[in-house]
T-cell receptor
């Protein structure tokens, strides 16, 4: 089975801290995604990566950066965490075949205090 | 913005078929229709996808209209465990590179009631 693993299920950080959210997939997928999910807003794409070192901004990239140095790992970085970044963060991966599906991790619930 | 329109919520009686509609009137000829669901506090789960023809798997059936402007996800015998938010997504036939974005809308909250 495809496995997408996010490093933490729950995380509490202080305002201004630099925060790293890590995601690892074990199926050699080319594509990886970071989303955030907030009540009433659904899933919103933050960043998408289609290859090592390649990235595309999603709908809400402000305040975030990403790193993909290895194919299996996609990191989301909050350079200076703020309370409005309190959210559920979801990582996903997929292949490049035309009808490919995406596989999601279980999510990281980040609270910034 | 999402390319699909779904009702925000629906109810279904346990054991009955749940029919979830999705409008994608601007769909292009090379775009697939995907359905995912998200049970509370879990990551989204893939259900089914299709291009032109109707599709069926062990979880659900997908009916796509002939003009491809709308589709319906059918859960043939809904159970309480099918209570979730269901997302309909359109995505271009993808062969790699920067076109692989997967954009979710707000979905339909399906409540299956005993």
């Amino acid at each position: 089975d495809v496995k997408v693993t996010q490093s933490s299920r729950y995380l509490v950080k202080r305002t201004g801290e630099k925060v790293f959210l890590e995601c690892v997939q074990d199926m050699d997928h080319e594509n990886m995604f970071w989303y955030r999910q907030d009540p009433g807003l659904g899933l919103r794409l933050i960043y998408f990566s289609y290859d090592v070192k390649m990235k595309e901004k999603g709908d809400i990239p402000e305040g975030y950066s990403v790193s993909r140095e290895k194919k299996e790992r996609f990191s989301l970085i909050l350079e200076s965490a703020s309370t409005n970044q309190t959210s559920m963060y979801l990582c996903a991966s997929s292949t490049t075949s035309p009808g490919s599906e995406a596989f999601f991790g279980q999510g990281t619930r980040l609270t910034v205090v | 913005d999402a390319k699909t329109t779904q009702p925000p919520s629906m109810d279904c009686a346990e054991g009955r078929a749940a029919n979830l509609p999705c409008n994608h009137s601007t769909i292009s000829g090379n775009e697939y229709v995907y359905w995912y669901r998200q049970i509370h506090s879990q990551g989204p789960q893939y259900i089914i996808h299709g291009l032109k023809n109707n599709e069926t798997n062990e979880m659900a059936s997908l009916i796509i209209t002939e003009d491809r402007k709308s589709s319906t996800l059918i859960l043939p015998h809904a159970t309480l465990r099918d209570t979730a938010v269901y997302y309909c997504i359109v995505r271009v036939a993808y062969y790699g590179g920067s076109q692989g974005n997967l954009i979710f809308g707000k979905g339909t909250k399906l409540s299956v009631k005993p």
